[in-house]
């Protein structure tokens, strides 16, 4: 559930202060460490474009797929065979909260939603890294590599695909 909404709430803010930008491809390690300065590290690659299209590929240390499409999230986790369905928002709009963020430093951005505040940082005109608290106090940090930007993606990428003998739960 968590990874869920660390998802969902990266996925509004990775275009920050591109306002240019129409899609983002990149290698991630995203890192948590909790209250008790016990850190996971999770590695994968974000695939993203506009208007609201976003896949988020998890290898490590578990396997799992988020896709973001219009107004609906699918988690789709193979080690238990489940995919989680929810409905998003309907004013949700990834681009929209991009011309809210404000630089603050010099490749350092800062933006705002629904009471997180992110931080972002560039370098070279792309994005490097994001950092927040979630609404548990862990601190996020989301390291990207191997950046790519405005780039042709293939809409199929963001079509969710899972065996149909997997369980579907729907929020």
């Known amino acids: 559930m968590k990874l869920f909404y660390v998802t969902l709430f990266l996925t509004m803010e990775l275009f920050a202060s591109l306002d240019s930008m129409t899609s983002f491809d990149a290698d991630f390690v995203q890192s948590i460490t909790d209250e008790e300065n016990k850190t996971i590290h999770y590695n994968g690659h ?8 976003a896949r988020w590929s998890y290898f490590k240390p578990i396997k799992k797929e988020v896709y ?33 963020a404000k630089k603050n430093a010099q490749n350092s951005y ?20 994001i950092s927040y608290k979630d609404e548990f106090e862990n601190k996020i940090v989301i390291v990207f590599k191997n950046q790519k930007q405005n780039q042709t993606i293939d809409k199929a990428l963001f079509t969710p695909v899972y065996p149909l003998s997997f369980d579907i739960i729907r929020d």
């Open 46 to 53: 974000i695939v993203a474009s506009k208007p609201q299209n």
């Open 68 to 100: 973001i499409n219009d107004f609906e999230a699918t988690i789709v986790e193979p080690e238990i065979e489940q995919v989680i369905v929810r409905q998003i928002e309907s004013n949700f709009d990834f681009f929209k909260i991009i011309g809210k």
């Open 110 to 129: 800062t933006a705002n939603y629904k009471e997180t505040q992110f931080t972002i940082k560039i370098n070279e005109e792309l994005i490097e890294s």
